[in-house]
């Protein structure tokens, strides 16, 4: 027999050589695997001979903790246990409805005269409804009693109470009608009542449960797209083992139309592979030697190796899984009222019911006992806090579970939530609207120096520096065959340059701040760089000392341009049809900003910010009063994403900004910020539809069920027609949240 | 008013007094959880409130013998976190709380609750 079982405690390979050793001295184990990046053993044993206890002694006496008591059991499992209460509760539900049915049959004014007159007898009507009220219904009263252990009351307690009182009554009548008629009371049993409610209460049970099981589906998605083997080069062979015995490091194969296992990079071989099942991103990528794969991904032409680098619960996969079930498990910060009034509401409609009932019995019309004991009965059925308790929860992992599928991965449901009053969006400019891979595509000399000098001397000095412009500028000069100089005293200037020593020669490399700070003329030059700037290109400048005592002259102009990413246009389109400004910030001076800007459409932009002034351009928009999302994908955005009320991280970015955001972008399709905004306005107004109906439906409705419309209309509430009612908005509002999967996102 | 009439008002007005002291007025005690903690799903929480310590990770390890299916899930919103709870199985929630304060969890369908009282140390 095999068995998985988690450790705690485990921190390094050490751990896994401990662990082995122990759990393998045990008698009657066979095989033992620990694996340090699942926290998992895996034992292969003799179940006669060993006991979970021998398995907890062993790790515990080498100072660790087995979690053997822990859920170990498959999805598969659960899915088996979930199956059998769904049959047994529909069993229930064919039940107590045909008996419920039989016994209406025999009771309903103008129906019974169809009946045969068995179930017309009073007795017979109390034995059909016996094992509705004791064997369906049990499990209201095994759920109220419980409660009540803990003075708390719930759903339970009001179905139990309500449907005991329309029982008991009917039982009187039944078995003592003499007593109910000396009180002036003619003797007619309410079996069909109390029958018929739970039977259409276990309904609704039936179909709510069913719902709520399609608001986790996204998650249960994703599960199932983890592959289930690794096909491993070991020793030069190629052994298929099972998914949680990956290791870090280990060399795996992969062939054409399979299943890429866990994370890591190409050693050998080339392929397509299809990301979009992870990442959402539509078309197939090439990958070469060196590139990096994604687990549960789809390979599709070609075959080749690579070295897993992430395992376990580091895949990616498994961190999406993370994210998406911890959005699922957040609040949102509209569900504030709903859990004040859920908090409340059982207790004050078992007052309300009481009222109810010394209300009828002291002023309503003969028989008053009985108006008073079926209003009661309606009160305590009409009542509804699940529906209030599945309003918001259920939109938000619809909506949640529906990002994640499109690859929009957000961290929780308060920037889902914060994301549909979105005003102004701001855009990064390199890295976000650019492909961030900028090419050199002028070299102007404006002194003596030749075009080939102005590159070498602005690589060599660009070379330390970690900038986009500079590895466009290294690159160039390294396909030009450039040899480069040794430069000291490097220095990078943020938002301006950099600067640093070419033997003594002190050289500066940068923008017009730059040269400004360090007293450098421009004006002969301004026409040409003007020229280029409108083009959308980045003009860099080199000055150097010509002679010793002389000031910095301006030598040559590089300009630098970086492609716009092909979604960029049809993004900014799509925020301005939702109403939605787009902004773009950018170190960029003002004329190569706004001919970028122009070229996506955007026409307010911010220029000239340095990286560290991004969060204060946020501020000082959200002080105007807008609600704003930053996107961005950089180390130096961090601080933005955090401050926006919304932070959008492209998937391509660093971990660190994909840390700070709300919002991530795997997709790394930019037309995702409008579509994120769309998901959180469609949740947002089935969250409002959901509450709207659940708040409404219990103010209205309860005061029917107490009689407040009779006085006026004479219109009372039947009890049947309340557990129909309260069967149908549950149903309803987790069917309204389902209804969520079916929007469409302009992706 | 009649005999009967009197009585029923007053049942029914000590049956909301009662209801009201009942379900409202229920003092319940904190236990404090050093490494880990117990608790029982049944009708309810038990022990329904933990005090835990600020930065320390505390688990909270979930029993449901309670087949009710409002009961199946339980959600720590404030630590993001939402869990299923097989029938009979333990799950362990690992909480490191960084604030102190009072956070309520709660069943699925936010019927039930239970409160964690963070403190600076417990």
Known sequence: ?????????????????????????????????????????????????????????????????????????????????????????????????????????????????????????????????????????????????????????????????????????????????????????????????????????????YFEAKAKAGTSEAIKKLIGLQAKTARVVRDGKEIDILISEVE??????????????????????????????VTGESIPIDKIKGGSVIGATMNKTGTFTFRATKVGADTMLSQIIKLVEEAQGSKAPIQRLADIISSYFVPIVIMLALTTFVVWYDFGPEPAFLFAILNTVAVLIIACPCAMGLATPTAIMVGTGKGAEHGLLIKDAEALETAHKITTVVFDKTGTLTKGKPEVTDIIATHDLSQDDILRLAASIEKGSEHSLAEAIVKHAEKKNLLLTTVTNFKAI?????????????????????????????????????????????????????????????????????????????????????????????????????????????????????????????????????????????????????????????????????????ITLINKDLRSVSAVIELSRKTMRTIKINLFWAFGYNVILIPVAMGVLYPLFGILMNPIFASAAMALSSISVVGNSLLLKRAKLSL | MTLDQVLVTVAGAGGIAFTYWFFL??????????????????????????????????????????????????????????????????????????????????????????????????
């Open chain 1, 1 to 205: 027999m095999k068995k998985t079982f988690s450790i705690q405690g485990m921190h390094c390979a050490s751990c896994v050589v401990t662990l082995e050793g122990s759990l393998s001295k045990i008698p009657g184990v066979s095989q033992t695997h620990v694996n340090l990046a699942t926290e998992k053993a895996t034992v292969e044993y003799d179940p006669a001979k060993v006991t979970d206890q021998d398995f907890m002694k062993a790790v515990e006496s080498v100072g660790y903790e087995a979690r053997l008591g822990e859920r170990i059991q498959s999805a598969d499992q659960d899915q088996a246990q979930k199956q059998q209460e769904m049959k047994d509760l529909k069993i229930k539900v064919i039940v107590s409805l045909m008996l419920g049915s039989l016994i209406l049959w025999g009771s309903f004014p103008g129906l019974m005269d169809t009946a045969p007159s068995i179930l017309r007898n009073f007795w017979v009507q109390l034995l059909l409804a016996l094992p509705v009220q004791f064997w369906a219904g049990f499990s209201f009263y095994r759920a109220a009693l419980s409660s009540l252990k803990h003075r708390t009351a719930n759903m339970d307690t009001l179905v139990a109470l309500g449907t005991t009182v329309a029982f008991l009554y009917s039982a009187v009548v039944t078995i003592v009608p003499t007593v109910v008629s000396q009180i002036g009371i003619h003797p007619e049993p309410y079996f069909d009542v109390s029958s018929i409610i739970i039977g259409l209460i276990l309904l609704g049970r």
């Open chain 1, 248 to 277: 870090v490091g280990d060399m795996i194969r992969v062939r054409p139309g399979e299943k890429i296992p866990v994370d890591g990079v190409i050693l050998d071989g080339e392929s397509s592979i299809d990301e979009s099942m």
């Open chain 1, 494 to 662: 943020a938002g301006h340059g950099v600067e640093g020593l070419l033997g003594t020669q002190r050289i500066f490399f940068g923008n017009r701040k730059l040269m400004i700070q360090e007293h450098v003329v421009m004006q002969s030059n301004e026409a040409a760089m003007s020229a280029l700037e409108q083009q959308g290109k980045t003009v860099m400048m080199l000055a150097l000392r010509q002679a010793q005592g002389k000031p910095y002259e301006l030598v040559g102009l590089i300009a630098v341009a970086d492609t716009i990413k092909d979604t960029a246009k049809v993004a900014v389109l799509s925020l301005q049809k939702l109403g939605i400004e787009a902004i773009m910030i950018t170190g960029d001076n003002e004329r190569t900003a706004h001919a970028i800007a122009q070229q996506v459409g955007i026409t307010q932009v911010l220029a000239e910010v340095l990286p560290d002034q991004k969060s204060d351009e946020v501020k000082k928009l959200q002080a105007k009063g807008k609600i704003v999302a930053f996107v961005g994908d950089g180390i130096n955005d961090a601080p933005a994403l955090a401050i926006a009320n919304v932070g959008i991280a492209m998937g391509s970015g660093t971990d660190v900004a994909i840390e700070a955001a709300d």
């Open chain 2, 25 to 122: 007025m229920r003092n319940v005690r904190a236990v404090v959880a050093i490494d880990s903690i117990n608790i029982t799903v049944n009708g309810g929480y038990s022990p329904e409130v933990i005090e835990i310590s600020n930065g320390k990770t505390t688990k909270l390890v979930f029993t449901r013998s309670d087949p009710s299916s409002c009961l199946e899930e339980v959600v720590l919103s404030d630590f993001k976190v939402r869990k299923h709870l097989p029938l009979n199985q333990a799950v362990t929630i690992e909480l490191t709380p960084q604030k102190t304060g009072e956070f309520i969890f709660s069943c699925g369908m936010n019927m039930y609750h239970g409160k964690v009282i963070v403190k600076e140390s417990v």
